[in-house]
């Protein structure tokens, strides 16, 4: 297609590397448009933002996903064969599992109950504990023992580390990643023992193990994936408690309001916590044929890559877009087409994320913990959020001091 600015340096992945969430809205600014077309580890790539993005990616029949990921991103994050990577049918299908046991189940209200639970009481016995690491640990162990998946690997400290580091490292490059790949397949592994021995009828596993397609259970290993692909995004919930509790350190008149608001301020709250934490930069996507879309063409082959970060902090879709305000009304039941933290369109039928519900019912229920459950100081600390670190994080995680129950 002709008509889109074009970036004019050779390649722009060290500048992407460089810039991180902010890459692509800066070249938007600089070319006055939301779309411009640049290239990327070789590749010529339509960058995008905004709703035509959104519609593109969530909403435009035409793209495929397998492929259009690094290699170590698609690894660490959903695993080959697993739902991110099919398209049409088979998408719909495998996707119908997350369907009904993450957003038509009672999945979030009971992981968010004994994620509540459990963390309040990590919190005080630590005393001066680190928000990212506990949350991350604990929701470990909840999702663990939740999927069915026994004690033996709820209670290894190793296995909940492991999952932390897959979303952990997944935009990263170097040894890092070489090592959390290793600490995926292990992890694999332990799971495939796991349902070798056999796990409770009625349990998510078993309800997974049993799943069939074509009339045939999954195949063991893509099991094994889509049951890791419930078990590592809710350990990365434990980002958003992170950034939750740095904007309660940093303004604590927050804090004073949450003790006294409504569930659904409180739910407010977190989905404004959602729109402004930089956590999924990105999603790319490669046309599989022609795709006409608000005065895009583009031809089959072509490489795009909307920018979901970018999208939440337009102007014109939230007013003041830098002020975090939770009363913006934003809600993850409505298909918005400008906010897409876990992705946009249907969940059923396009590849938006299955986990809304539950990352709300989550980043709520810490809410109650850091509001309500107990009461705690932060010391000095660095609580600076580096743009071009992905998945992006405060510094040290955030720091308490002197946590004890509330009274
Ligand atoms: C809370 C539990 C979560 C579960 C069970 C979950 C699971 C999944 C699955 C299975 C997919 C693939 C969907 C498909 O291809 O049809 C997906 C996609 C996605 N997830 Fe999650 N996720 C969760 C939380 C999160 C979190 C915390 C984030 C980060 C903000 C996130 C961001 C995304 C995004 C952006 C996509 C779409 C990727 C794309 O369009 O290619 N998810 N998630």
Same mark, same amino acid.
């Given at each position: 297609?002709?008509?889109?600015?074009?970036?004019?340096?050779?390649?722009?992945?060290?500048?992407l590397?460089?810039?991180?969430?902010?890459?692509?809205?800066?070249?938007?600014?600089?070319?006055?448009?939301?779309?411009?077309?640049?290239?990327?580890?070789?590749?010529?790539?339509?960058? +995008?933002? *905004? =709703?035509?993005? #959104?519609?593109? $990616?969530? &909403?435009? %029949?035409?793209?495929? /996903?397998?492929?259009?990921?690094?290699?170590?991103?698609?690894?660490? +994050?959903? *695993? =080959?064969?697993? #739902?991110?990577? $099919?398209? &049409?049918? %088979?998408?719909?299908h /495998?996707?119908?599992?997350?369907?009904?046991?993450?957003?038509?189940?009672?999945?979030?209200?009971?992981?968010?109950?004994?994620?509540?639970?459990?963390?309040?009481?990590?919190?005080?016995?630590?005393?001066?504990?680190?928000?990212?690491?506990?949350?991350?640990?604990?929701?470990?162990?909840?999702?663990?023992?939740?999927?069915?998946?026994?004690?033996?690997?709820?209670?290894?400290?190793?296995?909940?580390?492991?999952?932390?580091?897959?979303?952990?490292q997944?935009g990263?490059?170097?040894?890092?990643?070489?090592?959390?790949?290793?600490?995926r397949?292990?992890?694999?592994?332990?799971?495939?023992?796991?349902?070798?021995?056999?796990?409770?009828?009625?349990?998510?596993?078993?309800?997974?193990?049993?799943?069939?397609?074509?009339?045939?259970?999954?195949?063991?290993?893509?099991?094994?994936?889509?049951?890791?692909?419930?078990?590592?995004?809710?350990?990365?919930?434990?980002?958003?408690?992170?950034?939750?509790?740095?904007?309660?350190?940093?303004?604590?008149?927050?804090?004073?309001?949450?003790?006294t608001?409504?569930?659904?301020?409180?739910?407010?709250?977190?989905e404004?916590?959602?729109?402004?934490?930089?956590?999924?930069?990105?999603?790319?996507?490669?046309?599989?044929?022609?795709?006409?879309?608000?005065?895009?063409?583009?031809?089959?082959?072509?490489?795009?890559?909307?920018?979901?970060?970018?999208?939440?902090?337009?102007?014109?879709?939230?007013?003041?877009?830098?002020?975090?305000?939770?009363?913006?009304?934003?809600?993850?039941?409505?298909?918005?087409?400008?906010?897409?933290?876990?992705?946009?369109?249907?969940?059923?039928?396009?590849?938006?994320?299955?986990?809304?519900?539950?990352s709300?019912?989550?980043?709520?229920?810490?809410?109650?913990?850091?509001?309500?459950?107990?009461?705690?100081?932060?010391?000095?600390?660095?609580?600076?959020?580096?743009?071009?670190?992905?998945?992006?994080?405060?510094?040290?995680?955030?720091?308490?001091?002197?946590?004890?129950?509330?009274?």
């Amino acid at each position: 297609m002709t008509g889109l600015p074009r970036e004019s340096v050779g390649d722009s992945t060290l500048s992407l590397l460089r810039e991180g969430y902010e890459f692509v809205s800066r070249r938007c600014e600089k070319h006055q448009s939301d779309a411009f077309r640049t290239r990327l580890l070789g590749r010529d790539v339509i960058c +995008l933002r *905004g =709703p035509r993005a #959104v519609a593109l $990616l969530y &909403g435009t %029949a035409g793209l495929k /996903r397998c492929g259009a990921m690094p290699w170590t991103v698609l690894n660490l +994050l959903q *695993g =080959p064969g697993s #739902v991110g990577t $099919l398209e &049409g049918e %088979a998408h719909r299908h /495998r996707k119908s599992l997350f369907v009904s046991l993450m957003v038509e189940g009672d999945a979030a209200d009971q992981l968010a109950c004994a994620f509540e639970a459990a963390w309040a009481e990590r919190l005080v016995f630590e005393a001066t504990p680190n928000v990212l690491t506990t949350a991350s640990d604990v929701l470990a162990r909840v999702v663990t023992e939740w999927a069915g998946l026994g004690e033996g690997l709820a209670g290894d400290p190793r296995f909940r580390r492991d999952l932390f580091l897959m979303s952990d490292q997944a935009g990263r490059f170097g040894p890092g990643v070489v090592h959390a790949l290793w600490r995926r397949s292990r992890a694999e592994r332990r799971i495939h023992e796991v349902l070798d021995a056999g796990v409770d009828t009625g349990t998510p596993a078993d309800f997974i193990v049993r799943f069939e397609e074509g009339g045939r259970p999954l195949p063991r290993d893509v099991a094994v994936r889509e049951i890791l692909n419930i078990l590592r995004p809710v350990v990365a919930v434990g980002r958003h408690v992170a950034f939750a509790a740095r904007i309660l350190v940093r303004d604590p008149e927050w804090r004073d309001w949450l003790r006294t608001v409504s569930e659904n301020e409180m739910t407010a709250f977190a989905e404004e916590v959602r729109r402004t934490s930089p956590f999924f930069p990105a999603t790319t996507a490669i046309t599989t044929e022609r795709v006409d879309l608000d005065g895009l063409t583009l031809q089959p082959g072509q490489w795009v890559m909307a920018d979901l970060w970018g999208t939440m902090q337009l102007e014109r879709c939230f007013p003041a877009a830098e002020v975090f305000k939770p009363g913006r009304n934003l809600d993850w039941r409505r298909a918005d087409e400008c906010f897409v933290p876990q992705g946009g369109g249907d969940i059923a039928t396009s590849h938006r994320c299955p986990g809304d519900r539950t990352s709300v019912a989550l980043i709520t229920a810490a809410l109650r913990v850091l509001c309500r459950h107990v009461t705690w100081r932060a010391p000095e600390q660095d609580l600076r959020i580096s743009m071009s670190r992905m998945p992006a994080k405060p510094a040290n995680g955030v720091d308490l001091t002197d946590v004890a129950p509330e009274r």
